[in-house]
């Protein structure tokens, strides 16, 4: 079956590159899945019984909320027609673009975040790597489930505003995984409602209390299959199915060959999980350190510490890209178009950016466009690009667009369990 495979590839476009083995998905208890989607999908998690995992990864939106930034705590409504709520706005901005599910339970997915601030090491206890600590891994399956635990404790995103519930008090307090803490809480509230309390003896032993490593293990398995997208015309083309347009096909010889896309854009998934600097406009409150004062965002530096590492993020899947937008660390960019076009020549394009196309809504705009203002930090961006100046023509473009279309699994895309029309909690569901 290898052998038949490689000739596939050899023969259909992908310019005789091995694109290594397929993507392999873990079997999922059904069990566990369903009640993952209703955990994922339903408020209770929040500090303020508000907000869920899907009101800023939601399937409408391709698994993102279609917004640049995000606006979680303080903010009313879905996607992009979610605003600020004036009488409670939020005491933080979100820095960095809800990034898409696609594909993360795949066993090769070991890194999440834009900065990879979290990643799987065998060195590390629990074989995960996290700022948060060694004590902060332990009950959980993956890192996959581990990323479940930065959300609930981030008050801009669930958590909620400092004081103003219990959730929120114990993490001002630094009570996370302790007993009583933050996670406790949460997870008593899910132990308390009969639903919920029922679905995890079946899963687990039976009346065993329920930890917040439980809700975030069933979480991931719920997005290990709702979120796979592998069967996309680019899939089928390539195990010897119906061939791509012929737009598409010039588009994927561009991708894996003149446009050198797939030196970072590599395998199934078109990604090599690593970082690099690609010169994006910094827009937005940025990620600064602690004591700097303007709105910049350097990227994997802060993880590594490493000079080198400054302004890169980490590669994202290519899978369902054209329904994942705004594109960039931030959402920069608004169009696939214009993300394609920035990858051309990404320092022209940083120093003639056009914010106007930004998907959010501002508090402070003034600091929102403070670094593209900044000489000194677009200078040190612009030095920091891996990218060489790439010529294509209109059509050329079209083509690569027409690729990256390709790569939309349409099936994965309208949904297996889809959104609940009601969750245990009785908490309203963001459809």
Do not use: M
């Given at each position: 079956m290898k052998w038949m495979i490689a000739g596939l590839l050899m023969a259909t476009g992908a310019q005789a590159q091995d694109l290594g083995p397929r993507p392999v998905f873990p079997e999922m208890d059904p069990a566990r899945v369903q009640l993952g989607q209703l955990l994922f999908f339903d408020p209770i998690l929040s500090g303020n019984r508000n907000i869920s995992c899907g009101t800023c990864h939601h399937p409408r939106f391709g698994t993102s909320d279609g917004m640049s930034l995000s606006i979680g705590e303080g903010g009313v409504g879905l996607g992009p027609d979610r605003r600020i709520d004036p009488n409670n706005p939020p005491e933080d901005r979100m820095p960095r673009n809800a990034p898409a599910l696609w594909n993360v339970g795949a066993t090769e997915f070991n890194t999440f975040f834009h900065d990879g601030r979290l990643e799987a090491d065998p060195q590390k206890p629990g074989g995960i790597r996290t700022p948060l600590g060694a004590d902060m891994v332990v009950g959980f399956d993956s890192v996959l489930s581990a990323q479940a635990m930065f959300p609930v404790l981030a008050n801009d995103e669930m958590a909620g505003h400092y004081s103003e519930n219990d959730v929120s008090q114990a993490v001002r307090l630094g009570h996370l995984s302790v007993k009583d803490?933050?996670?406790?809480?949460?997870?008593?509230?899910?132990?308390?409602?009969?639903?919920?309390?029922?679905?995890?003896?079946?899963?687990?032993?039976?009346?065993?209390?329920?930890?917040?490593?439980?809700?975030?293990?069933?979480?991931?398995?719920?997005?290990?299959?709702?979120?796979?997208a592998d069967d996309s015309p680019f899939d089928r083309a390539m195990m010897g199915g119906p061939p791509l347009s012929a737009?598409?096909?010039?588009?994927?010889?561009?991708?894996?060959?003149?446009?050198?896309?797939?030196?970072?854009?590599?395998?199934?998934?078109?990604?090599d999980h690593s970082y690099h600097a690609i010169a994006m406009p910094q827009i937005g409150p940025g990620k600064a350190a602690p004591f700097e004062t303007h709105a910049r965002d350097a990227g994997r530096i802060r993880v590594t510490g490493e000079q080198s590492d400054e302004y890169k993020f980490l590669t994202p899947s290519l899978r369902n890209?054209?329904?994942?937008?705004?594109?960039?660390?931030?959402?920069?960019?608004?169009?696939?178009?214009?993300?394609?076009?920035?990858?051309?020549?990404?320092?022209?394009s940083l120093y003639s950016y056009d914010p106007s196309q930004v998907l959010f809504h501002e508090i402070e705009p003034a600091d929102d466009w403070r670094v593209l203002t900044d000489s000194d930090e677009l200078a040190r961006i612009s030095a920091a690009n891996e990218l060489v100046p790439i010529a294509l023509g209109d059509d050329d473009v079209s083509d690569l667009l027409a690729f990256l279309h390709s790569l939309t699994d349409t099936g994965a895309a309208k949904g297996r369990l889809g959104v609940p029309v009601k969750v245990p909690s009785g908490l309203p569901v963001d459809q």
């Open positions: 803490g933050a996670w406790d809480k949460i997870a008593a509230r899910v132990e308390a409602i009969p639903e919920y309390r029922r679905a995890f003896d079946a899963v687990l032993e039976e009346q065993r209390p329920i930890k917040f490593t439980d809700i975030a293990n069933v979480i991931a398995d719920f997005t290990r299959v709702e979120w796979r737009e598409a096909t010039r588009g994927q010889d561009l991708f894996y060959g003149e446009a050198g896309c797939s030196s970072c854009h590599s395998g199934w998934l078109q990604t890209v054209a329904q994942t937008g705004p594109y960039g660390h931030n959402g920069a960019y608004a169009s696939l178009e214009a993300v394609v076009r920035h990858h051309l020549d990404p320092v022209a």
